[in-house]
């Protein structure tokens, strides 16, 4: 299971943190992601964590905006979004697949969201101008 949480509305510059909390997953890789959909729009990567290495990948609308962090002990997937856009605004969700799974973890982003197969409940993220 996946359990979003942090999501909210903020104006043009802000900041917000979003959390994903997973549980129930055996000790294996994953890949884990935070994807977003806007209203009318197709779901895309955010960015995607590699747990076997520690990798993260993002999506270039993000770069250098957003950090993807993972709390292993835990078990927690972060998200700290700094540099808020109104072009930001969606609803995130929080993903995770097997690595071995994909074709290579090196794709964890790039194979996009028919690749996930656990899925959370999504959080929305409204940015203001």
């Known amino acids: 299971q996946l359990a979003e949480s942090g999501g909210g509305s903020v104006q043009t510059g802000g900041s917000l943190r979003l959390s994903c909390a997973a549980s129930g997953y055996t000790n294996r890789n994953y890949c884990m992601a935070w994807f977003r959909q806007a209203s009318g729009e197709e779901r895309e990567g955010v960015a995607a964590f590699y747990t076997g290495g520690g990798r993260v990948f993002y999506a270039d609308a993000v770069k250098g905006r957003f950090t993807a962090s993972r709390d292993s002990a835990e078990n927690t997937l972060y998200l700290q979004m700094d540099d808020l856009r109104p072009e930001d605004t969606a609803v995130y969700y929080c993903?995770?697949?097997?690595?071995?799974?994909?074709?290579?973890?090196?794709?964890?982003?790039?194979?996009?969201?028919?690749?996930?197969?656990?899925w959370g409940q999504g959080t929305q993220v409204t940015v203001s101008s």
């Open positions: 993903a995770a697949v097997p690595s071995n799974l994909l074709y290579d973890y090196r794709r964890c982003l790039s194979d996009g969201a028919g690749a996930y197969n656990y």
